[in-house]
């Protein structure tokens, strides 16, 4: 199943920005280095899964120097119960693509 997120504050620059649209796969499998989605009494939060450990996931922040950031580092492991899902794609901002088209040149 999926669902998603939107992405507030800047703990997670220059990877996610505040206002990112992500699509998450709830209950998929985590491995080391996912970006995950959790769940925190204050609410929801996305992190990467830096380890697991014998509490649960340790979570933490891209940005370890944004305001009001808050991680494991804050709150200890999380639960895996307390883990959403795993964040699969970012879909807003839409990533321009460009087509390499060779320029012909007249002569």
Same mark, same amino acid.
């Given at each position: 199943?999926?669902?998603?997120? #939107? ?7 220059? $990877? ?8 998450? #796969? ?9 970006? !995950? $989605?959790?769940? +925190? *009494?204050?609410?929801?939060? !996305? ?19 944004? *305001? ?9 492991? $999380? *639960? ?7 964040? !699969?794609?970012?879909?807003? *901002? ?6 390499? $088209?060779? +320029?012909? +040149?007249?002569?």
């Amino acid at each position: 199943m999926l669902t998603t997120v #939107r992405v507030v504050g800047d703990s997670m620059l220059p $990877v996610l920005r505040p206002g990112d649209c992500l699509l998450v #796969r709830r209950g998929a499998a985590v491995r080391e280095g996912d970006l !995950v $989605v959790a769940r +925190r *009494p204050h609410g929801l939060i !996305v992190k990467r899964a830096f380890r697991r450990t014998s509490e649960g996931w340790w979570l933490e922040s891209d940005n370890q120097n944004a *305001p009001g950031r808050r991680d494991s580092w804050d709150f200890g492991a $999380v *639960p895996e119960s307390d883990i959403v899902g795993r964040v !699969v794609l970012r879909y807003w *901002p839409r990533v321009a693509f460009r087509l390499a $088209v060779p +320029r012909l +040149r007249a002569r």
